[in-house]
């Protein structure tokens, strides 16, 4: 199993109540039952106001390396990274567990 997490933090003056920001979070949540490959899926907002805490989060898994490739090509995931792009930048970690 892969574990695939992702940590966003919203561009300087972006604010969680814009719409752009519900309609991308929308696009995230949705993935967990649109993309076959996703074993696991999860996906919030911090809930910690320390400073260097990242504002949303994406916890999921996929089976191995090919599924996990499936998925970040998958256009619904593409859809969903397209929004995300405009208004935030992130960081990644997979790793095998």
Not at 47 to 65: E, G, K, T
Request: hydrophobic share 50%; proline share 3%; with cysteine.
């Amino acid at each position: 199993m892969i574990r695939h997490l992702v940590l966003f933090k919203l561009n300087d003056g972006v604010q969680r109540d814009e719409e752009r920001v519900a309609a991308g979070v929308r696009a995230f949540r949705e993935l967990g039952d649109l993309i076959p490959e996703l074993e696991f899926w999860e996906c919030a907002w911090n809930i910690s106001d320390r400073p260097i805490a990242y504002d949303f989060a994406i916890n999921s898994a996929v089976a191995d390396r090919d599924a996990l490739q499936r998925y970040l090509e998958h256009p619904a995931h593409q859809a969903g990274v397209a929004q995300w792009r405009a208004f935030a930048t992130w960081v990644i970690a997979d790793y095998e567990f």
